[in-house]
Structures are given as C-alpha cells and as structure tokens.
C-alpha cells in the first residue's frame, strides 16, 4: 500500500462510520449490518499492509483526524443502539422466563 491508499481507507472508513450513525438513527439495523462488513473490509486491507507505510507529518495529522471521526461516530452510533439492545435483551429474558413458567406450570 502506498500512503494514498491507506489515507483513502481511513477516509473511505470515516465516510461508512458517518452512514453507520445515520442507519443507527433510522433504526435500520440491516443497513448498519451491511455497513459495518464494509468497514471490516477496509480493516482487513490495511492490517497487513499499513506497517510499511511510512506517513509524513501531515498525513499522519490526517490520519489522526479521521481516526477521531470513526471514533466520534462509533460513540455515537453506540449511544443510537444501546436502548434499542436493552430493549432486545429484556425481551428475550422475558421469552425465556415465559418458557421456564410454560415448561414448569403448563400452559393456561
């Protein structure tokens, strides 16, 4: 990888964690699903090729900045889905309560 190619990874990351928040605010959690294996993609390609690169100074501000967009955006999308996981674990821990009584008492 040159140092372009992993600016434009970065970059191209900052752009799906900002689709990301905007999925997570529409509640698609398909869309998030779909954008999130794109942004491990972009990961995957720069794992074993970024330690070679060597970034001047502004490239690296550059690249600081976008890592502080992906991690602005992470925060973000995580406050959008923990009430809506919340939600989720509550309903499934009820199921499960409503099974064991079912299993225990029979149904009604």
């Known amino acids: 990888m040159t140092n372009v190619e992993v600016l434009r990874a970065?970059?191209?990351?900052?752009?799906?964690?900002?689709?990301?928040?905007?999925?997570?605010?529409a509640?698609?959690?398909?869309?998030?699903?779909?954008?999130?294996?794109?942004?491990?993609?972009?990961?995957?390609?720069?794992?074993?090729?970024?330690?070679r690169v060597v970034l001047d100074a502004g490239e690296r501000q550059q690249k600081l900045d976008l890592i502080k967009q992906i991690l602005d955006d992470d925060r973000q999308v995580r406050d959008l889905t923990m009430p809506w996981m919340a939600?989720?674990?509550?309903?499934?821990n009820n199921t499960g309560t409503e099974r064991r009584l079912a299993?225990?008492?029979g149904a009604v």
């Open 10 to 25: 970065y970059a191209a990351m900052a752009a799906l964690s900002h689709k990301m928040v905007a999925a997570a605010a």
């Open 27 to 51: 509640a698609d959690w398909d869309g998030l699903e779909a954008l999130e294996a794109q942004v491990a993609e972009q990961v995957a390609a720069l794992r074993g090729n970024e330690a």
């Open 87 to 92: 939600q989720l674990s509550k309903l499934i």
């Open 103 to 105: 299993a225990a008492y």
